[in-house]
């Protein structure tokens, strides 16, 4: 028989550097899940994304066992590293911090797919674009779709 789902818990981490500190500590503690399980199938899994932040949904059994889905990076984070830039803009509609070409969204687009809701690579890069706009940052040129 299937094990009984009792709750889901979301966590940003950052990839191969799980530890019992908070915030990822006290999240599992609360629920009674063995922390240092956790750390250690996180770390193993995440190897070679060491640094990056990854969400990670934590799905937690009655038998206080856990499965984890590790999604990719989120897109602001794909689009900082993309202009190089420490954080976003205070006042995106007023102070630009940077830009990025089309080419640029089209592979963070690219990178997101699975996780996002798209059918098409052009409506992915909508999103991403939409996110770099509330960012902060500029997408330069004209959109792959309009140069017909």
């Known amino acids: 028989m299937a094990k009984e789902i009792i709750g889901y818990l979301k966590l940003q981490v950052k990839g191969g550097q799980a530890n019992p500190a908070p915030p990822i500590g006290p999240a599992l503690g609360s629920k009674g899940l063995n922390i240092m399980d956790f750390c250690k199938q996180f770390n193993a899994r995440t190897q070679d994304k060491q640094g990056q ?19 990719t990076p989120p897109a602001a984070v794909l689009i900082l590293e993309a202009t190089k830039k420490q954080k976003g803009s ?3 509609n007023r102070l630009k911090v940077g ?3 089309w080419d640029q969204v089209k592979k963070i687009a690219e ?38």
Do not use: C, H, Q
């Open 90 to 92: 205070a006042e995106p």
């Open 111 to 148: 990178t997101k797919m699975a996780d996002l809701n798209a059918f098409k690579v052009e409506s992915a890069m909508k999103m991403v674009a939409g996110t770099a706009r509330s960012m902060g940052v500029t997408v330069s040129g004209n959109p792959p779709w309009e140069n017909n």
């Open 53 to 71: 932040v990854l969400p990670v949904l934590l799905s937690i059994y009655n038998d206080k066992s856990f499965d984890f889905v590790i999604k």
């Open 99 to 101: 830009s990025i070409s």
